[in-house]
């Protein structure tokens, strides 16, 4: 941690620091940590509906997306110094080796997705202008509040924004921008 | 027969900022993350510390020397030195100067606490505002009996004493060349610049 500052400023932790503080046990009865711009926020522990959307799309991206891409759920990426966050699933560029050797990044990622029942400002907010930032191409939210089931599309990401949004409501099947005919039940 | 309904709706628990024990500040100190950086630690927030310009450290190396020659046998002169304050979230700040009651080598074996220390001392330059606010209601909180503010820019201080609650109930400035007493001390005037 180098921080300059002429004034008393919070701390902003790197991810070097971060796997520090991760490895000092500082964090011991935590479900889930992430780095979003030098700070750590906890994440609520998961309920059952969110595990249950985890498995059916497990299942489902894997099925549909065997041998044209990879697929891996909740695992941390590094996107910048200072964030690291751990989207639900990270759909990666097909590699034969499935990534047993290194790390996939976020150049060879085509989609984040993101389950949101009580996270959906923090995914929204806090998480989707990092994802827009660092260039991932593709983020799909997973809207399962309580008022709302849906999917909302977010491509053509633009500085910190993406330009073009779309939503669907349950029923109608969503395809990855790499993969327009191969349609995912995501609901 | 009067039959209560109640309904009980939990709300779902949001991502949050991590904020950070007294214990955890100094595991992550161990595990090698402040270094080469003065850091406090405020309401669970880990805050780092401007480097200090020539003004402000020439100032502390002046009053620290007239605080020794002063209160040589009555107090410990603890110059930028931890001081913890006892609360939910325990605080960890490095005041420029403090008078500590005697004697000294508890200060080895123990934190010391609000209680500890007769006098607490700013030197602001930049730090101003800051001084004036959030610290001020922090040492006031925390019962500091009495709290001088140099400001170095202007050439006064700011003589704070009767805390309550968040506050300071008697300010007094001194100008330039006045001489000052401590409450604990007042037979120990000194000149203050």
Known sequence: ?187 | VVVMQTTFQAEPIKPYKRLYSLEEFFAMSEAGLFKNQRVELINGEVIVVPAQGPKHAGTIALLIEVFRDSFKDKAVVWAQLPIVFESKMRDYVEPDIALLALPREQYAQRFVFPQDAYLVVEVSVSSLEDDRTDKLQMYAKHGIQEYWIVNVEEQKLEVYRNPAGEKYHSLQILNLGQTIAPLEFPQHEIRWW
């Open chain 1, 1 to 187: 941690m180098t921080q300059i500052v002429n004034q008393p400023q919070i701390a902003r932790y790197t991810v070097s620091d971060y796997h520090k503080m991760l490895e000092a046990g500082i964090f011991p009865d935590e479900v889930k940590t992430e780095l979003i711009d030098g700070e750590v926020y906890l994440m609520p522990p998961m309920g059952a509906e969110h595990y249950g959307i985890l498995v059916r799309l497990t299942n489902e991206l894997s099925h549909h997306l065997w041998e044209k891409a990879c697929v891996v759920s909740q695992v941390p990426i590094e996107l910048t110094d200072t964030t690291e966050p751990e989207p639900d699933f990270i759909v990666l560029e097909y590699r034969e080796d499935y990534y047993s050797r290194r790390k996939g990044t976020v150049q060879e990622s085509l989609l984040f997705i993101e389950v949101s029942k009580s996270t959906l400002d923090h995914d929204r907010h806090v998480k989707l202008p990092k994802y827009a930032q660092s260039g991932v191409p593709e983020v799909w939210i997973i809207n399962a509040t309580k008022e709302v089931f849906s999917l909302e599309v977010y491509r053509n990401p633009v500085g910190d924004e993406y330009t073009n949004i779309q939503k669907l409501s349950e029923g109608k099947k969503a395809a990855l921008l790499e993969f327009p005919d191969t349609e995912i039940r995501w609901w």
